[in-house]
Each structure stands twice: as C-alpha cells, then as structure tokens.
C-alpha cells in the first residue's frame, strides 16, 4: 500500500491523504461517543433507580445540587432549583410556575442533545462524501492509465496495471473511511433519539408530579 501511494499521481496522494485523514477522525469521534452514549445511559439508569426508589424530591435535591449530574439528574436539579425559587416565601405557588418548570426541562434536554449530537454531523458527511472522493481518485488513476498507454502506444498490463491499481487503492480508502461512519452514525442517531425520548419522558412525569404539588398547594 505505501509502494502504491508513493508511485501515485500528487492529485490520487491528496485524495488518499484526505480520505485517510476523514477516516481517522471519525474513528476518534466513533470512539468518543461510544462512551458519551455508554455514560449517558448509566447515568440515566442510576437516577431513576434513585429518583423512583420512594425518596423525598427534597432530600434528593439536597444531595444532587452541589454535584456534576448526567443529564436526566441535572433536569430534576433545574427543575427543583426553579421550584424552589417560585415557591419560596409564599404560600401559595406563583402563577406560571409550572410554565417555567418546563420551559427549564427544554432546555436542560436541548442542551444535553446537541452535546450527544455533537460531531455526528462529521460521520454524516463523510459517509455521504467519501465514496465520490475515492471515485474522483478512481478516475484519476484511470486517466493516468490511458495516458500512459497513449505515450507508450502499448497496451501491456505493466503499463495499464500502475493506474489501474492507484484508482482501485483510492476507491478502497474511499469505502474504508465511508462504511464505518455511515453505520456509527444510524446507530448513534437511534440511540440519540432514544435518549431523548426517556429525557423527555422524565420530564412530563415530573411536571406531572409538580402538578400535583401544586394542586395540592392551591
């Protein structure tokens, strides 16, 4: 494979450079986020284990506020945070505060996503990008194969074969660099929207829950 990069055409060495490049990056991203997904989801399942183990909302809140929480734990801290700060000093809840409480909720979810969702993108565009990347090497090379038969008017396979072999080593590093980041980014996406989907089910259970506190309060 080096013996073929160095005998390439500069342009099919940009193009194999480039390509190996993407895939490297996106293998670093492919990484990355197989352990941001794996902590989300162990986090996520640590507080509801707590959350529904029967303790206090404010005893949890006691002991979550002064801490670095996942993204379903900081939720509930936010959401209490701006409970507490409606409700204090009078006996009544204030009007609104169940708007706020889940306006909180949003937004806490919105954050926590686009932190998941944060260079897939990049997978993305490289499974989309990198096959027509190693076409474009592919061509090359086979124009240089023409080429060369056209200056040494001989159609052998050691004057065909040098080309030929630089545009198929391009096409493979183009589905090298493709295949990986399109299937990494099905499965992070899914399991982004799955995520989300349990974010988002907290959140209309525990506005449920302050619902009735408030009901209660009234």
Request: glycine share 6%; charged share 15%; proline share 2%.
């Amino acid at each position: 494979m080096v013996a073929l990069f160095l005998q390439a055409h500069i342009v099919v060495q940009i193009v194999m450079i480039g390509l190996l490049l993407a895939s490297v990056w996106s293998w670093a991203i492919i990484v990355q986020k197989l352990f941001a997904f794996s902590k989300a989801r162990q986090e996520t399942d640590n507080f509801e284990q707590v959350f529904w183990s029967g303790q206090s909302l404010e005893e949890l809140y006691q002991a979550l506020a002064q801490r670095q929480n996942g993204a379903m734990a900081a939720m509930f801290v936010a959401a209490m945070r701006e409970w507490k700060r409606s409700s204090e000093g009078t006996p009544k809840p204030l009007a609104g505060v169940q708007d706020r409480v889940e306006k909180v909720l949003d937004v806490t979810i919105g954050r926590e996503m686009d932190r998941l969702e944060h260079r897939l993108l990049f997978l993305a565009t490289v499974g989309s990008t990198s096959p027509f990347i190693g076409l474009f090497g592919t061509v090359w090379g086979i124009m240089t194969s023409f080429q060369a038969i056209a200056v040494s008017k001989n159609t052998s396979l050691a004057v065909v074969a040098p080309g030929i072999a630089e545009a198929l080593f391009a096409t493979a590093l183009g589905l090298l660099a493709a295949i990986p980041a399109v299937v990494f980014y099905n499965k992070f996406s899914q399991e982004a929207a799955r995520h989300a989907h349990r974010l988002e089910s907290f959140a209309d259970e525990f506005s449920a829950i302050l619902s009735r506190q408030i009901d209660v309060r009234s």
